[in-house]
């Protein structure tokens, strides 16, 4: 009864259209925040209108020669693991016996020879398997250059503890990564 009432008079559509109003308002408001929170969480600048970031410049790695040298030894100890130790016998003693020239036993030490991860080692013409007739070589060096005679892009590292003992000859192109050692270091 009291909702015929209101229906049939004109104080309905008039607080039909106050609360319509109010609506709109309380609509438009929280529409408003929530435009302003999205700005606010975005920076409020569009991604178009944002200034070019300097590039981030990475710090310089240094380390010290005793982080160097537990680094080499760890990648020495990869390539030639360590020798076992020898079990020495007591000889008797030779009279007069003839002393044996050390002078070949030296050069025969200081030659290179490819590396292996089990420490053994084996001779440079072994290379031909994979590059092919490159001809004669007797040092990482050496063999490097020929390889870059040939147009290939060939790196020498000195990866041993000790300078010119362990030598690395990367040629990407070819997929080679060899290891020379001195014969002196080989089993």
Request: glycine share 6%; charged share 20%; aromatic share 4%.
């Amino acid at each position: 009864m009291f909702l015929d009432a209101i229906i049939g008079q004109k104080g309905f559509v008039y607080i039909m259209e106050k609360s319509m109003s109010k609506m709109r308002r309380i609509l438009s408001l929280l529409l408003s925040l929530l435009m302003l929170a999205t700005l606010a969480v975005a920076g409020g600048v569009a991604p178009g209108e944002e200034a070019p970031q300097p590039p981030e410049v990475a710090e310089k790695v240094t380390t010290t020669p005793a982080q160097t040298s537990a680094a080499v030894s760890k990648a020495r100890q990869a390539v030639v693991p360590p020798p076992k130790p020898v079990v020495t016998r007591s000889m008797p003693a030779r009279s007069a016996a003839p002393a044996q020239p050390k002078a070949s036993a030296q050069v025969d030490k200081n030659s290179w020879r490819l590396g292996s991860r089990e420490g053994e080692c084996a001779p440079l013409s072994s290379t031909s398997r994979k590059t092919g007739d490159i001809g004669s070589f007797s040092t990482p060096q050496e063999f490097a250059k020929k390889m870059q005679q040939r147009g290939h892009q060939a790196f020498v590292l000195d990866i041993g503890d000790v300078r010119d003992q362990v030598v690395r000859v990367k040629v990407p192109d070819m997929d080679l990564d060899l290891t020379f050692v001195r014969a002196g270091m080989c089993r």
